[in-house]
């Protein structure tokens, strides 16, 4: 068949302005929630995370807010910097056999200087 | 500093030929995880193994194999039967305890020559 090719979302913010990136999870199950940033031709980094128990966590210059009503969760990043440019990809963790991680299909931020 | 080390960073296939992959942690994690990742796309699991000379398959198995012989090594071998193995494969591992993120490696891009 034929295949199409995906395209990421893309947040486009000026130097030293907040951001703001979403991510709709798919399961209410769900208990743990992890942010990601993966900048180009490397791994993805640990950000922050946040158990389903909360519904706010904040770390160094990131905000993490989780919505259970509606799945959604969102990362915060204050102050914006050239070095915040890449993929940020939310995850949720399921508790089956094993530890089920869910990853979104991520964010693409571009930070203008 | 403890991580996890994947190599090679790049690697070519040619028809018909079997290539490994290879994933090393210090971390001593119990857990250890392969994902696929494609362009625009959520990461997705292979393979998985929780302990050692114990692994599991993932979503996408098809095509590929791993062993986990000793806790801190756990490659993945592509084989001839995936027929379509371009891609950036990306190295995981956690700690078994509650809720713990995954640490990834830098990955491996494997191209088709």
């Known amino acids: 068949g034929e295949s199409v090719g995906l395209h990421l979302p893309t947040l486009s913010v000026q130097e030293g302005d907040n951001s703001i990136i979403n991510c709709a999870y798919s399961n209410s199950a769900s208990d743990y929630f992890i942010w990601y940033k993966q900048e180009s031709g490397k791994g993805p980094q640990f950000i922050i995370d946040?158990?389903?128990?909360?519904d706010k966590r904040q770390g160094q210059r990131v905000t993490v807010l989780l919505n259970k009503t509606v799945k959604h969760l969102s990362l915060q990043i204050a102050a914006t910097q050239p070095g915040d440019s890449a993929v940020y990809f939310c995850?949720?963790?399921?508790?089956?056999?094993?530890?089920?991680?869910?990853f979104g299909p991520g964010t693409s931020l571009s930070v203008i200087p | 500093d403890g991580g996890i080390t994947q190599s090679p960073k790049y690697l070519f296939r040619k028809e018909g030929q079997n290539v490994t992959l290879s994933c090393e942690q210090n971390?001593?994690?119990?857990?250890m995880y392969w994902y696929r990742q494609d362009p625009g796309q959520g990461l997705r699991l292979i393979y998985y193994?929780?302990?050692?000379?114990?692994?599991q398959k993932g979503d996408i198995a098809e095509g590929y194999s791993v062993s986990r012989e000793k806790k801190e090594s756990f490659p993945l071998t592509v084989t001839s039967a995936q027929k379509n193995p371009t891609a950036f494969y990306l190295c995981a591992s956690s700690n078994r305890l509650l809720n713990q993120p995954q640490h990834f490696g830098d990955g491996t891009r494997l191209s088709i020559l």
């Open positions: 193994s929780q302990i050692v000379n114990d692994f």
């Open positions: 995850a949720e963790n399921l508790k089956t056999s094993y530890d089920k991680v869910i």
């Open positions: 946040i158990r389903s128990n909360m």
């Open positions: 971390l001593n994690h119990d857990a």
